[in-house]
């Protein structure tokens, strides 16, 4: 809200310069946002907040400026003089259909007013707090407003059936032209104020095009009134609008301020318009009793942590327009001045206390030290993976949890378990992701396009399911790997090419369960575009490798993109453990024998197969059997790969020779060639 | 037979070996079994006899001095450049290991920040995001129909209301107030960091999704002083302990008395500059003591128990600390911007 150093001036004697007001208000509560010089003025931006609507007027502004100055307000000229020329002249009525609706309403009626340009004093005012003038009548409603925090509205009265006012919900047919030249359609949650016929302003927010005052008119109808906060909010956010009334109307009027603001607009009328006041209407005013609260000494020690003297109390709730009466020795009782309706209970109270004694004042303690919760337990296991990960050379990523469900193809095709949003703003944000895949490899091809050569990322988020409308949240862990990455290693070696793919994701996630000491996994080809990861006999992660209509969808040509995800907090969590266990280490007090096999087998024949041929004779001699090499640069057959296995002999009793090994070691051949229809190369 | 010669032979041919080959050819020459020392000594019998000892003691010296020579020569070998490895490697190659990753700039600061509130014993605890409409606002002392509301716009859930409300995606962390005083009693000090959602058009400055790290304390005797220093204490660990503090009183539904904290500007020092908008000061977070209804809808004894509560936004901490001016940078994901942190 803006307000200006020299209107606030009119109200209270304000002796330091404007930088040290803005410095004081915003110390205050009352956060300045800028001041800006201009006609010889300085106009302020202060944000409001939403608790503080008697802050809202250059009045209520004023108001803490001498609290926080230490100076008394000026004395207003009252109107309270201003009486009407005639007493009901033609038995002018309101109706207020529900009092819920409407707390006060009051009419005043001015006739034979010379509706015309503004006094320059006028118009610049409100250039200044930002309104542009539109006649004198209408800125004059404007300029109360702003000033005490009263939304006032005039009414053409002879565009209107003159004999009534009633306060009511629209009708659901009902329409309205509202002054900005909108046609408004009218519903029953709409509070609008009619005459006999039809529908002339909706209440609290805008006025009707039809009966606004021009230069024409003639006769003028003014209304003051409170409306319900609620009813307002509602019916501005059905008709999509707002306005200066209807933002204090949904934040609350000081009710005694109603009568004030309609007579000052009256006077101001009569003196830049002239006309002659004729008469004056209110509803009955419902009673509202006074809040008073009890503050205890004690209990500024207990929520500040300081003591601040009775007397520093007093003088600070009374400059706030507070009742201050001792009741006991360490206890007094607090009337609320009517336009401080935020104001219901002790802590309300406590903190007018410390804004105004001021929060730097305050000395700064420390807490005494709790002992932590065991649940911390999961966010280290957290934190660990992350490390692990970031030292497999994955750079992190975070992705944004809502997706459009277009871009789920080929990574979920449970549509039902999707939670889905009720209001996005987009498409992107119509669903909350099952699966981290897709965001992942969005990040993959954005990367792409900006000349990555390769990409390996991963993220740890939540991803979200339901089932029977239960909803379910749980952290995965996301990989994408896209790309070659190249590897030196040293001159001879040359470098070597990396191709991103399944033995990649499968070598990360064993480091990962390794860590997290999960020995029990299986990998198994589901279709050949994925591969399920089984840990304990459970499902507990799947790699894809992306089909070629989500990389076309995606706009990535000429490359792959392989993804993980692993069911952290579902799957992997419950299995993990960190517990380690110191085990004898075991010398082979003689030396074995080891004998290397390379094998030319078919393709489908896989190494685990190969192991477990190999083991199954259960030969004594034969310790181990492990994998040594897969010669995929050497010229192979097509349909055919090559393999070298190395065999462990040993034995406890004694050192092995050549001739003992040399017999087991055909049989295991024997069988390996006959089995696979292998050949020794 | 004079020794002095050898001995300085010794010590002109060692003095240009470069070589533990010639050092060892050397030093079979002069100490091998047929070499010149063990010449020296086997011609000792053949001596007269009054001369032997002197001789004697004058090879003695001259075999100690070179078993001196020859170690130290050694040793100046050996921490020595090996000759042969300057040419067969070219060291300029890029080195060889397992490149690191880099951790998202969003998870350092939350790593930051939770750790600085660890040391001072708070727990962190997550929370869920999809939440109710009790959670979010009810039970925070924000009523429905109340225009504080509107700085909370919200995300809801196509699914029927709960008997805690409607569900939601939770806008800001402080659910997890609610959620943990309803399942632990006092003492408490809890900080939880996480995503947040608000229908926000995306721009430089606003997202739809991002990060809170809310945190919180309750226990008897807790008051306004306590939030000042423990603010304080956090403040100055990320920004460093010359900065300025200031507390702003300010409304938050939750809180009362509330508090906004400024910090001075770490970019010009407070003198005023664009990042912080010519006022010195940069806001960092909302702050205040519990109010008594957030007790009281939780089950605590407001008579007997205070607290206070604050809550930042991640991704503004980490623009201020990087010098970041796009917050869409952190959900881009683009490896430009992730490796340089």
Not at chain 1, 41 to 50: G, Q
Not at chain 1, 310 to 321: F, H, M, N, P
Not at chain 1, 455 to 461: L, N, R, S
């Amino acid at each position: 809200m803006k307000v200006t150093y020299n209107w606030l001036k009119e109200f209270v004697e304000i002796k330091i310069s404007p930088a040290s007001l803005a410095e004081k208000l915003t110390m205050a509560g009352l956060e300045v946002k800028s001041i800006e010089e201009k006609d010889g003025d300085f106009i302020f931006e202060i944000e409001i907040t939403s608790n503080r609507p008697d802050w809202l007027s250059v009045f209520g502004v004023a108001r803490e400026v001498a609290a926080v100055t230490g100076r008394k307000l000026k004395k207003q000229k009252s109107h309270k003089a201003l009486k009407p020329a005639i007493k009901n002249p033609q038995q002018f009525s309101i109706v207020i259909e529900d009092k819920k609706d409407c707390f006060v309403y009051t009419t005043k009626i001015i006739r034979d007013v010379k509706v015309g340009q503004s006094p320059n004093w006028l118009k610049k005012r409100l250039e200044l707090v930002g309104l542009r003038s539109v006649n004198n009548v209408v800125d004059i409603t404007n300029y109360v407003l702003f000033e005490l925090g009263e939304p006032l509205h005039a009414f053409d009265m002879d565009r209107m059936n003159p004999h009534s006012i009633i306060v009511r919900r629209a009708k659901n047919n009902e329409s309205l032209v509202s002054i900005d030249g909108e046609a408004r359609r009218l519903s029953s949650d709409i509070l609008v104020i009619a005459d006999k016929e039809k529908p002339v302003a909706v209440a609290g927010v805008m006025g009707g095009k039809d009966t606004e005052v021009t230069q024409n008119t003639k006769n003028v109808l003014l209304e003051a009134a409170i409306f319900d906060p609620v009813v307002v909010r509602r019916g501005r956010q059905r008709l999509g609008m707002t306005s200066e009334a209807s933002y204090r109307f949904e934040r609350g009027i000081d009710p005694l301020i109603v009568e004030i603001a309609s007579l000052r607009t009256v006077a101001l009328i009569k003196e830049s318009a002239g006309g002659e006041f004729v008469s004056a209407e209110t509803s009955p005013v419902p009673k509202r009793a006074q809040t008073r609260i009890n503050l205890k000494e004690n209990s500024i020690k207990r929520h500040l942590g300081i003591q601040v003297p009775q007397s520093e109390v007093k003088r600070i709730l009374t400059s706030l327009g507070f009742e201050v009466k001792s009741k006991t020795k360490d206890s007094g009782l607090v009337g609320a001045p009517s336009w401080r309706q935020d104001v219901k209970a002790e802590i309300d109270l406590l903190e007018e206390i410390a804004r105004i004694y001021g929060y730097d004042k305050i000395p700064t303690t420390l807490p005494s030290v709790f002992l932590r919760s065991q649940k911390e337990q999961e966010k280290d296991y957290f934190a660990i993976i992350r490390e692990t990960l970031l030292g497999l050379g994955l750079t992190e990523a975070i992705t944004y949890s809502l997706i459009d469900r277009k871009e789920l193809e080929g990574f979920w095709d449970n549509r039902g378990g999707l939670v889905e949003i009720a209001n996005p703003l987009s498409r992107e944000q119509e669903s909350l992701r099952p699966t981290l895949m897709p965001g992942l490899c969005r990040a993959v091809a954005y990367n792409l396009r900006q000349q990555q050569p390769y990409v390996h990322i991963f993220e740890i988020a939540k991803t979200y399911s339901k089932s029977e409308n239960k909803i379910q949240e749980k952290y995965s862990i996301g990989i994408a790997l896209c790309g070659t990455k190249t590897r030196w290693f040293g001159p001879e070696a040359g470098h070597v090419q990396d191709e991103a793919g399944f033995l990649h994701l499968k070598g990360m996630s064993d480091v990962l369960f390794q860590l997290l000491g999960i020995d029990n996994r299986r990998y198994c080809f589901a279709g050949a575009d994925e591969v399920q990861v089984y840990a304990s006999g459970q499902k507990v992660g799947l790699f894809k490798r992306l089909s070629r209509g989500v990389l076309d969808r995606l706009d990535i040509k000429r490359k792959e993109v392989f993804a993980a995800e692993i069911y952290l907090e579902d799957k992997l969590l419950p299995l993990a453990h960190m517990k380690k266990r110191f085990n004898p280490l075991l010398v082979p007090r003689y030396p074995g024998i080891a004998r290397d096999l390379t094998l030319q087998l078919r393709q489908e024949v896989s190494l685990e197969d190969i192991l477990t041929a190999a083991a199954a004779p259960n030969e004594a001699l034969l310790t181990a059997v492990d994998f040594k090499d897969d010669y995929r640069r050497d010229k192979v057959p097509a349909g055919f790969k090559r393999i070298t296995i190395a065999c462990q002999y040993c034995s406890p009793e004694r050192t092995l020779t050549e001739e003992e090994v040399a017999p087991v070691h055909e049989r295991i051949v024997k069988i390996l060639l006959e089995r696979f229809q292998a050949e020794i190369c | 037979m004079d020794i002095e010669p050898i001995r300085q032979t010794l010590d002109s041919e060692i003095q240009p070996v470069k070589t533990l080959q010639e050092l060892e050819a050397l030093r079979v020459k002069y100490l091998g079994r047929k070499g010149t020392i063990a010449q020296l000594t086997g011609s000792i019998p053949a001596l007269a006899p009054q001369d032997r000892g002197p001789f004697g003691r004058q090879v003695n010296d001259l075999k100690n001095r070179a078993l001196s020579l020859f170690e130290e020569k050694q040793k100046q070998i050996s921490a020595g450049p090996q000759e042969e490895s300057r040419w067969s490697l070219d060291i300029s190659l890029p080195g060889i290991a397992q490149e690191l990753g880099h951790k998202h700039p969003l998870t350092q600061v939350i790593e930051e920040i939770c750790g600085m509130f660890k040391r001072m014993g708070f727990s962190i605890v997550d929370g869920n995001e999809v939440e109710t409409e009790y959670s979010n606002f009810t039970g925070l002392n924000i009523p429905l129909e109340h225009p504080s509301r509107e700085a909370f716009d919200t995300f809801y859930i196509s699914l029927p209301p709960t008997k805690e409300g409607k569900l939601l995606l939770r806008s800001q962390t402080s659910t997890v107030q609610i959620r943990a005083m309803k399942s632990q009693k006092p003492p408490l000090a809890v900080v939880a960091p996480g995503r947040v959602y608000r229908p926000d058009a995306v721009d430089a400055s606003h997202s739809f999704m991002f990060h809170q790290i809310e945190g919180f304390i309750v226990d008897e005797n807790i008051t306004f002083s306590d939030l000042k220093g423990t603010l304080e204490f956090f403040a100055k660990g990320i920004f460093g302990q010359d900065i300025k503090m200031r507390f702003r009183p300010h409304f938050f539904p939750f809180t009362e008395p509330s508090a906004e904290v400024d910090i001075s500007c770490i970019i010009c020092r407070g003198k005023g500059c664009s990042v912080c908008g010519r006022k010195g000061w940069l806001e960092i977070l909302g702050s205040g003591m519990i109010h008594p209804n957030v007790f009281k809808n939780v089950g605590y004894d407001a008579g007997k128990y205070t607290g206070f509560a604050f809550g930042m936004g991640v991704e503004r901490i980490a623009m201020l600390k990087y010098g970041i001016n796009d917050i869409r940078l952190f959900f881009e994901n683009d490896l430009r911007f992730l490796k340089q942190f």
